[in-house]
């Protein structure tokens, strides 16, 4: 179990996918540095390079098999930091003698002085577990919640206007579609409203999408067709609130409401190992002119704000041309890769 992200005083969580790609990315960077420092031509710094990389991939590995096994044990934040250093310090004179011991002698000297490595592994150390209290510290609940609330707060539906035009239109020839109409926009808006925070059920949101969907039939009818492919399994699977209605209102708008052709959206959703992924796909037309999808970036990197705050760089969002689409049936895709059993705040 680690420590809770919101506990400022707690230690940094280092044991997160996010933490282990920074300490990796940091490593390397420093092993490209000392490596192209030792010369100008590539005989002259792709040895110590090579060098640098062997030593250190496994004295980050070993950094975080350490401290996230003792996770238990130094809770603290200034016992985590003392542990973090002094292994930082530590683990690329382990892993140099290891290797020196394995193949009876490097081949490269270290471009640096023992001290000055050892001193460069505890400052990256200190600054990788900096960075994660800092972050700890942004993720506090009440932090948090506030930022999930701005950034929920975005979400207002576009389609509001519209859909009141709609329902005035069914008010005198079809008065009990008219009130669907407004009790589906009444039940979106609520969701777009104070839930910045919470999860919901995959089940849940397919109904909000449903109900938005609705709406959308009013205006398009027959132009919009829909395919739904849900594995039953991820039904009761936890994701943020009121993020695939925004995916599939990007469909619509984009393909469905930009064409005077019928278009096709295609929704998917499945669990593929330990991720929750979403695939979203709509026909669409290319316009003649350098495409600008307005309104689509704006919602996408508003999703994406939110899912690093909420799983830092364990979720995933892509989107863009569907390969393989042949001219006049080009297709759109946006695919959300979310992990599961993430806790939040």
Do not use: K
């Amino acid at each position: 179990m680690t420590p809770s992200r919101g506990d400022a005083r707690a230690a940094a969580d280092l044991c997160s996918a996010g933490a282990a790609l920074r300490a990796f990315a940091l490593a390397n960077l420093s092993a490209l540095a000392l490596g192209l420092a030792a010369g100008a031509s590539p005989t002259a710094w792709s040895p110590p390079l090579l060098h640098e990389l062997a030593v250190a991939q496994p004295a980050v590995a070993l950094w975080l098999l350490l401290l996230c096994g003792g996770a238990r044990l130094w809770r603290d934040a200034r016992l985590q930091a003392v542990v973090a250093v002094t292994w930082g310090a530590a683990a690329p004179w382990l892993v140099e003698a290891a290797l020196a011991w394995a193949l009876g002698g490097l081949p490269h000297a270290r471009p640096l002085p023992d001290w000055r490595g050892a001193a460069l592994g505890a400052l990256l150390a200190a600054l990788l577990v900096q960075h994660q209290r800092l972050r700890a510290q942004a993720l506090d609940p009440a932090h948090m919640r506030a930022r999930l609330d701005e950034l929920q707060a975005r979400i207002r539906p576009h389609f509001l206007y519209n859909a009141l035009n709609a329902a005035s239109a069914l008010v005198h020839e079809q008065p009990e579609r008219a009130e669907q109409v407004l009790d589906d926009l009444a039940t979106l808006f609520r969701a777009s409203v104070g839930r910045g925070g919470q999860l919901s059920s995959v089940r849940e949101e397919i109904e909000l999408a449903r109900r938005y969907l609705d709406i959308e039939d009013v205006r398009f009818g027959p132009r919009m067709r829909l395919a739904w492919d849900v594995d039953d399994a991820c039904l009761e699977l936890r994701m943020p609130t009121l993020t695939l209605q925004p995916l599939l209102e990007n469909a619509v708008r984009h393909g469905v409401e930009s064409s005077s052709r019928p278009c096709g959206i295609d929704v998917a959703i499945r669990r593929r190992g330990a991720h929750l992924e979403i695939d979203v796909r709509n026909d669409y037309t290319p316009r003649a002119t350098p495409a600008r999808h307005s309104g689509t970036g704006v919602a996408l990197a508003n999703i994406g704000q939110r899912l690093r705050l909420l799983y830092d760089l364990e979720a995933e969002i892509r989107h863009g041309p569907l390969r393989g689409s042949e001219p006049g049936g080009e297709r759109w895709r946006v695919r959300l890769r979310l992990p599961l059993g993430t806790h939040t705040p």
